[in-house]
């Protein structure tokens, strides 16, 4: 380990640095310990706070209506759903008149709407499970009228798009533990991911000081999925596209270039920019390895960003802190620091040699005894004292079978034994939490924002709070709230 590197893990916490000769057998041995299962995730002997019971079959099949049809993945998400033996999509809903023509081809005997609400109202007896992938803004409101009608719920993620929608939705799922609810973070399919949920678990390299995740793009990188940050001119909607339905609970404002089909993630009011349509992809290994990590507490981006009024920023640096009573942290607060728009960490300060990156989006979380570096499906790189190691040879892993995430909610929904549902909503939501807090903050760059999410404030800016937490609903399309 190069010099620059133990200096600064001697400041994190002085005589922290252990070589890999320091780990202990009983810490490698705690592999042995795990119960060898084709997921690791722990899921069927522990579940997660807040999961919901497994529910008894209500039919031989789980009828689907899918809300956003085609999309950025919502095309995807009903065809493999569909896919499983036992699911049938009996509904489809979509503000674009031309995705929901081409779903109904695809689905005969299928009801199709544009409006979601009147899929509840009129067609609710028709399908007993929902696919919400539509834009980051209606997420809520969607989410929680399929909760309170009791349908189990696939949301794409981020599940939601407005801090206080965090804990509306925590709500609506806790009070309806009946549903089966995932997020779409397929990629935990991935041998590597569940290997690196292990890995954590395990205490195999030491305790944990802190975490960096890169994130690739940026928000306002222009192309297919993202705009550039120029307003333009207000402009008509596509032909056939219900632009007000669009809106959801956002207030009306005229429709412009690069908003209302793929590149809305850029927007302020409708997305979260890269940080939040990856976040979840690139956290979900913490969160399910560590149940300590609740509720960051601090918040602080950093970014030269260009005017914010419409867009979110791009060139972020962010820090969030989470306060941690644990044995298997170094400190009493672990950091988890975010990179966008191509900004990386040092390799040397984070214990690492030199050389290229596995991937342009990676996780890397930092022990006392090395540093783990985790492609988004893979690979895993352990390095101790410089040298890089394949993390799926660390010894005592179980063997990772295949599944399919989209059917392991099918499976769960109808009652089936299933080892494999990863991602319920409350992993979800711990998971969306960091995302939405440091893309946010970016709104005021350089301040240090405490955050208290049981009261839905900044403790400290009392402007950060009526500006970031909360969005004014249009009538008619409020979530629905639990008490």
């Not at 499906?377 to 410089?386: D, K, L, N, T």
Request: proline letters at 6%; hydrophobic letters at 40%.
């Amino acid at each position: 380990m190069k010099s620059g590197s133990i200096s600064r893990r001697a400041a994190l916490r002085a005589g922290a640095a252990i070589g890999a000769s320091a780990v202990s057998a009983h810490a490698l041995g705690a592999f042995a310990t795990l119960r060898v299962r084709d997921d690791a995730s722990g899921a069927a002997d522990a579940p997660a706070a807040g999961a919901s019971p497994r529910p008894q079959a209500r039919s031989d099949s789980l009828r689907v209506l899918s809300i956003g049809v085609i999309g950025t993945i919502g095309e995807h998400d009903r065809k493999v759903v569909a896919s499983h033996p036992r699911a049938k999509i009996t509904g489809l809903c979509d503000v674009d008149s031309s995705a929901l023509g081409k779903a109904a081809a695809e689905h005969a005997g299928a009801f199709a709407c544009a409006d979601y609400r009147e899929a509840f109202d009129k067609h609710g007896d028709e399908f007993d499970a929902v696919i919400v992938a539509t834009p980051d803004h209606s997420h809520c409101p969607i989410m929680t009228m399929a909760l309170a009608r009791g349908k189990h719920v696939y949301g794409q993620k981020p599940l939601v798009q407005q801090l206080e929608e965090l804990e509306i939705l925590r709500r609506a799922a806790a009070a309806h533990p009946e549903c089966i609810t995932q997020t779409g973070a397929q990629r935990i399919e991935s041998r590597e991911r569940r290997a690196a949920v292990d890995i954590l678990r395990s205490g195999a390299l030491g305790k944990v000081i802190e975490a960096h995740v890169v994130f690739g793009g940026s928000a306002l990188a222009g192309g297919h999925y993202f705009a550039d940050g120029k307003l333009g001119d207000s402009c008509d909607p596509p032909a056939g596209f219900d632009y007000d339905l669009w809106l959801n609970g956002a207030v009306h404002e005229p429709c412009r270039p690069q908003m209302v089909q793929r590149q809305w993630r850029s927007w302020w009011k409708y997305g979260g920019g890269m940080i939040a349509d990856w976040v979840v992809h690139l956290t979900d290994v913490l969160f399910y390895a560590f149940p300590e990590l609740t509720s960051p507490t601090r918040v602080c981006s950093r970014t030269p960003s260009r005017d914010l009024t419409h867009f979110h920023a791009d060139r972020v640096l962010s820090t969030l802190t989470y306060p941690v009573s644990s044995d298997r942290f170094a400190n009493s607060t672990f950091n988890l620091h975010f990179y966008d728009t191509n900004l990386k960490p040092d390799r040397a300060q984070l214990g690492i040699g030199e050389g290229a990156w596995p991937d342009g989006i990676v996780t890397i979380v930092v022990f006392e005894g090395g540093t783990m570096v985790l492609a988004p499906s893979g690979p895993i790189e352990v390095w101790r004292e410089g040298v890089k190691s394949d993390g799926m040879s660390m010894p005592g892993l179980p063997n990772y079978e295949s599944f399919n995430h989209w059917h392991a909610w099918v499976d769960a929904a109808l009652g089936i034994e299933t080892p494999h549902r990863w991602m319920p909503f409350e992993i979800g939501l711990r998971s969306t939490e960091p995302g939405l807090l440091a893309v946010k903050a970016a709104r005021y760059p350089g301040q240090v924002l405490e955050w208290d999410r049981a009261a839905l404030r900044f403790t400290n800016h009392g402007e950060a709070t009526r500006t970031l937490v909360r969005r004014d609903y249009r009538a008619g399309f409020e979530p629905v709230r639990v008490a």
